[in-house]
């Protein structure tokens, strides 16, 4: 689990002799990268240690998130197994024929992960023991530790708490089920829906 950067105060400022943006005040740094598309912003978080600071600062953190769910998107997932990849597709759930974003994922060909649906931009996607959490606009994976348990049947859920600023991955091994199961949080326990016999 990491946490997004609990940083208060603003990036600061380094002139940087080579590069021509560090003439820019920060505030206009923060305007364009809030005009930039999602993959834009990640490729600058590579070039530069300045860019950097400023895409992980709390400031913009808290600026990009407000923002983004001010614009709720829709996001499609295709298996492509002939191709062993994961296509992800977005687009603006207010004019989807415009603004639209594709990215791809080249999964491991003994894998198949199932996704979760996004949670702050964020997927979780699991195949048994092994996670990833990924960023479907940057194209961006990382795995995740390793779940060490001896039994197959695994539970997860994937959730953001506002309170510590946490992204948050619950995992829990069960024995084998038997038939459909369901998990209720006001009670929270295993049940089996009850049926009629004919």
């Not at 080249?106 to 979780?124: A, E, K, M, V």
């Not at 194209?139 to 510590?164: A, C, E, H, M, W």
Request: charged share 25%; proline share 9%.
């Amino acid at each position: 689990m990491k946490k997004r950067g609990r940083k208060s105060k603003k990036p600061e400022e380094k002139r940087d002799e080579y590069d021509p943006s560090s003439i820019l005040p920060l505030e206009l740094k923060i305007e364009i990268l809030m005009k930039s598309p999602p993959k834009s912003i990640a490729k600058l978080g590579f070039v530069s240690n300045h860019w950097s600071s400023i895409i992980r600062s709390q400031v913009f953190t808290d600026l990009y998130m407000r923002r983004s769910l001010a614009q709720p998107r829709l996001l499609f997932s295709v298996y492509r197994p002939n191709m062993q990849m994961q296509f992800f597709h977005s687009c603006s759930q207010e004019d989807p024929s415009s603004d639209h974003r594709s990215v791809s994922y080249t999964l491991n060909p003994d894998l198949r992960y199932s996704f979760s649906p996004p949670i702050g931009g964020l997927i979780f996607g699991q195949n048994n023991t092994k996670a990833m959490i990924g960023n479907p606009s940057t194209g961006q994976f990382v795995p995740l530790p390793r779940i060490k348990t001896q039994r197959k049947d695994i539970f997860s859920i994937f959730g953001y708490d506002p309170v510590n600023d946490l992204y948050k991955v619950l995992c829990m091994t069960v024995r084998s089920l038997r038939g459909p199961h369901y998990f209720r949080w006001e009670d929270p326990m295993w049940e089996e829906p009850m049926t009629e016999e004919h």
